[in-house]
Structures are given as C-alpha cells and as structure tokens.
Nanobody, 120 residues
Framework: VQLVESGGGLVQAGGSLRLSCAAS????????MGWYRQTPGKQRELVAT???????NYADSVKGRFTISRDNAKKTVYLQMNNLKRDDTAVYYC???????????????WGQGTQVTVSS
C-alpha cells in the first residue's frame, strides 16, 4: 500500500495550487482522508478532512480558500488551494485514518509529504 502525493511547488501569494494524493495497492475500502501540514519546529496541524460520505472539515485558517474533495473510484483525495498566503508555506501530508486491505485493516497511514512554498 502506498500514498503518493503530487502538486506541491512554489507559487506567489494570491496564487493557486492543487494537491493530489493517490492510494495504491490492494485496498478494499478507505475511511476518512485528510490533509495536514507542518512547518519546522511546529506540530503537524489539520488542514482539511473528508469522510467516505463526503462530509468535510476545515481548519479556520483555510476556510473559504481551500477545498478538499475525493474520487473514491480513483482512491484519490485532492486539495484545491486558492488565494494562497505566505503562512500556508509548509510540507503538506496526506492521511487516511483507516483502510481495509488484503492484509487486513491499516490505521493512520501517511504520505511522504509535498512542499508548498508561497512567496510574497
């Protein structure tokens, strides 16, 4: 089982980026998918989550600017980030809280992270 993230990069303040995170392997079901971010010296923080039924939750700092979505057939979660600010600079990590695989359930699974840098 793997989580592969893509879409990070360097963008100017006010710009947009779209992150993707695709799960691969013999996965039967996926629970809540989410995005978290971390900057040096700080704890990893929640950005947004989306349940299998499509219910979403956002950090206050990104509400109205970021949109999380998922494609269950593709086992992929997306994060559309608009009106980016310098404070959004961080490594962004994809997370799945629970999935059923051919080897049984896997909990709290993380991607490798993708860097997002917002310049002024």
């Amino acid at each position: 089982v793997q989580l592969v993230e893509s879409g990070g990069g360097l963008v100017q303040a006010g710009g947009s980026l779209r992150l993707s995170c695709a799960a691969s392997g013999r996965i039967y079901t996926i629970g809540t998918m989410g995005w978290y971010r971390q900057t040096p010296g700080k704890q990893r923080e929640l950005v947004a989550t989306i349940t299998g039924g499509g219910d979403t939750n956002y950090a206050d700092s990104v509400k109205g600017r970021f949109t999380i979505s998922r494609d269950n057939a593709k086992k992929t979660v997306y994060l559309q980030m608009n009106n980016l600010k310098r404070d959004d600079t961080a490594v962004y990590y994809c997370n799945i809280d629970r999935m059923e695989t051919h080897r049984g359930p896997i909990y709290d699974y993380w991607g490798q992270g993708t860097q997002v840098t917002v310049s002024s």
